[in-house]
Each structure stands twice: as C-alpha cells, then as structure tokens.
C-alpha cells in the first residue's frame, strides 16, 4: 500500500533549528513535496525535490534520500510565523499526491 | 479573480440533499483536483482532472461527482449528502499533472452535514 508518515506535533523555540521527517511509501515515485497549512488556510508550496540531496531555500531546506524513502524539512532561524502545520506529499507512479496527515509545529518564545 | 476561488466558503446541509461546491481558477491551468481534510488525516483525492474534458477518479470518490466543461471551472457534486461527508474541501489547481509542478489551492470549503 501507499504510506506517508510524519510526526502529529513538534515543539521548538524561537530562534532555533528543527528537522521535520517524512517517511514514504508510494507505488512509484516522481518527487516530493512539502507544503506549509496555517490553521483555518490552505496548503502553499514549500519546496519540490526528485533527486537525492538538499535543496536550500533561505531559512528552508528540504532533503530527500530515495534510497531509503526519507525526506526532512529544516527550519532555521525559528520566528512565530512558522507555527503551523507541514505536509509531506510524495508522487506516484500515476502521478497523483500522496499526503501525510502533517506535522503541527508549535513555536514557543 | 486572483488564483482560485472557492464558493461557499462555509456551509450547513441537512442530510440527504444535493450540493455543489464551486472552483474556479483563472490561471490557465490544465490540471484540476479535489480534497478533503479530516482532523488527523491527510489530504485525499476525491477527483482530479488533467485537462478540460477529462476527469478522474481519486482515493475516495464514492458520493461524489465532477466535471470539467471548460478550463476554469471544476464543480464538485454531492448527489445525497450524508454526515460522513462533513469535511473541508480544497480544490487545487496546477499547471500540468505531475512532475515538478505544484498545486494551488483555494481557500477550502467548510462542509457540515447534519
């Protein structure tokens, strides 16, 4: 079957660093993608990666192991507005989007 | 219009009745896709459709219905509501099916079915 897993919830302080894992398992693979959810809006684009490595986008970095099926989104520089929840979503084969449940990261100062 | 936009924004439906959930987007884009997010779930797919004239179905399409008459606009139909059907709904849109390409999405549809 398809699986994407990812942790329910992380806590972190302001002004720091944190690793969000993603696991999957997806018939197929054509890259994934992380998305950033405020509470109450919709999903918006984070990074896309299809290839093995890190891609650094300013205080974001995304990297991707397809080897072991692995993804992480790092988050620098922690400010407030970084509270919300980060989904992981992986594409197969038919090039549909897998997503996880997503991970809530709550900021504290 | 600025991107894609949803209508209603929010609604109660008693059990039973039909309803249709409104997208349209004005960016161009041939690939169209329907979701719905439930407290501890991810996204799913209900329905997606990859260029005007064509749809799909998704992961869980039971109860629902779609079409894609033009480039902008993607309906999404609940012949019977039922109260399992109480969700938030996005519609998204792309510039193609898959790839690189990301989805945008709406400002999501706030269901409650009694």
């Known amino acids: 079957g398809q699986n994407i897993d990812q942790p329910t919830e992380m806590t972190a302080t302001e002004g720091a660093i944190v690793q969000i894992n993603c696991t999957y398992q997806t018939s197929g693979f054509n890259g994934l993608f992380w998305y950033q959810q405020h509470a109450g809006e919709a999903p918006t684009f984070l990074s896309y990666n299809v290839l093995d490595g890190l891609e650094e986008k300013g205080r974001f970095s995304s990297f991707l192991s397809r080897s072991k099926g692995y993804s992480y989104l790092l988050l620098k520089e922690l400010q407030m507005k970084d509270s919300a929840s980060y989904l992981c979503a992986a594409t197969d084969s038919n090039y549909q989007l897998i997503w996880g449940a997503g991970t809530k990261l709550i900021i504290k100062p | 219009i600025a991107g894609i936009t949803q209508a209603p924004t929010s609604q109660i439906l008693a059990a039973g009745r039909r309803m249709t959930l409104r997208c349209t987007q004005d960016?161009?884009?041939?690939?169209m896709y329907w979701y719905r997010q439930d407290l501890g779930l991810g996204l799913r797919l209900i329905h997606y459709?990859?260029?005007?004239?064509?749809?799909g179905k998704g992961e869980v399409p039971d109860g629902y219905s779609v079409s894609r008459a033009n480039t902008d606009d993607f309906p999404l139909t609940l012949a019977s509501a039922v109260p399992s059907q109480t969700s938030v709904y996005f519609c998204?849109?792309?510039?193609?099916?898959?790839?690189?390409?990301?989805?945008?999405f709406g400002p999501g549809t706030r269901l409650t079915v009694l």
């Open positions: 998204a849109s792309s510039v193609a099916a898959g790839g690189r390409n990301e989805q945008f």
């Open positions: 459709s990859n260029t005007a004239g064509t749809t």
């Open positions: 960016m161009r884009h041939n690939a």
